[in-house]
């Protein structure tokens, strides 16, 4: 079974604040994904990357960072969070055009 | 860039009937189409997909089709159950960009009563 852990599973920080959210993959996958759901948009991708060192752009990627250090990490970096990014965030893998994987998610709450 | 559109945010149909979410995509280059299950708190897992090298795919109860003309799929579920209710989300993937970027609908929640 594909797995992709995430960590921390919730998290409150203030306007302001700097947060990290963690993702590891363990399906020796090459494509990482972050997304973030919010009621009435779906799923909107953040960022994405296609290996070590590789990062593309998604369609929301304003105040957001990311960095894949290996081939199972892949990263999300908000340096200052704001209130607009309380969401529940989703890390997700898969190989080439195929199925995704999703981690269990992440509720970022920003006060 | 890419979009897709789930037009249905709600839908809710009888047990043992049948149900139908609706999808557009506007990019003509896309070319995989997956569609994703949400249970209530629960993350995404995926349910079937189809390429646009098909018009048709059917997995059990769950059938997907395809109209590449108009730009639309859909999911269809037979026979409902309780446990099919969920969010579903529609994707799109462009096949012929160098990177494989999977673009989400806004999501249908369906509902199946007793």
């Keep these: 079974e594909a797995a992709v852990t995430q960590s921390p599973r919730n998290k409150v920080t203030v306007t302001g604040g700097n947060v990290t959210l963690s993702c590891r993959q363990t399906n020796s996958h090459n494509y990482m994904y972050w997304y973030r759901q919010d009621t009435g948009h779906g799923l909107r991708l953040i960022h994405y990357s296609y290996g070590a060192g590789n990062l593309q752009i998604g369609d929301v990627p304003d105040g957001y960072k990311a960095t894949r250090t290996t081939q199972e990490d892949f990263f999300l970096l908000l340096e200052l969070a704001s209130p607009s990014q309380t969401s529940l965030y989703f890390c997700a893998s898969s190989p080439h055009r195929a199925e995704v994987f999703f981690g269990k998610g992440t509720r970022l709450t920003v006060v | ?114």
């Design chain 2, 1 to 114: 860039g890419e979009k897709v559109e789930q037009h249905q945010s709600t839908l809710s149909v009888r047990e043992g009937d049948s149900a139908v979410i609706n999808c557009t995509y506007t990019d003509t280059a896309s070319s995989y189409f997956p569609w994703y299950k949400q249970e209530a708190g629960k993350s995404l897992h995926f349910v079937i997909d189809i390429r646009s090298n098909v018009d048709r795919k059917q997995s059990q109860r769950l059938t997907v089709l395809l109209d590449k003309k108009a730009k639309r799929f859909s999911l269809h579920i037979t026979a409902t159950q309780p446990e099919d209710s969920a969010i579903y989300f529609c994707a799109a993937s462009i096949a012929s960009s160098s990177f494989s970027k999977l673009v989400f609908g806004q999501g249908t929640s369906l509902s199946v009563v007793p």
